[in-house]
């Protein structure tokens, strides 16, 4: 199977996926590597091996940004923002938009949270995955 790859503004696209842009490969591969502990906790219990019927990807390259978990056929992003986010309200809405415009959904759990009140957190993204399987289904 031959991929033609175009690269505008320094993205890249197979025409399949979502642009994204290369040179942020090597430090999605060093995020992927140190992850905080509510992302690896997210993603043992709900998102390895399939766990909810769908495949997720781990610090997945969108654009010019670097998602926490993205799942192609829901067109799904889930962050875990710790507390660095607190800061960043502004770029967090501005990347959203962005996210949004590709027509990905983005959902934020609070990094204590799913540390520590996994149960809420779980519960809410069983609901927000029928969501979005419903919603792309119409």
Known sequence: L???MKKHNE?????REIPYN????DH???MRNNS???EIKFWCELLRKKQTGYQFNRQKIIGHYIV???CAKLKLVVEIDGISHMKKKKYDEHRNA??????LKVLHYDDQDVQNNFWFVEK???EQLTKRINELSK
């Not at 993205?11 to 025409?15: D, P, T, V």
């Not at 290369?22 to 490969?25: A, I």
């Not at 962005?98 to 027509?103: H, N, V």
Request: negative net charge; aromatic residues 16%; hydrophobic residues 50%.
């Open 2 to 4: 031959l991929l033609i």
């Open 11 to 15: 993205l890249i696209s197979n025409f």
């Open 36 to 38: 905080t502990k509510g």
């Open 98 to 103: 962005i996210l949004e415009a590709f027509g």
């Open 22 to 25: 290369l040179t942020l490969k």
């Open 28 to 30: 999605a591969n060093e």
């Open 124 to 126: 809410d993204f069983k």
């Open 68 to 70: 926490d978990f993205y």
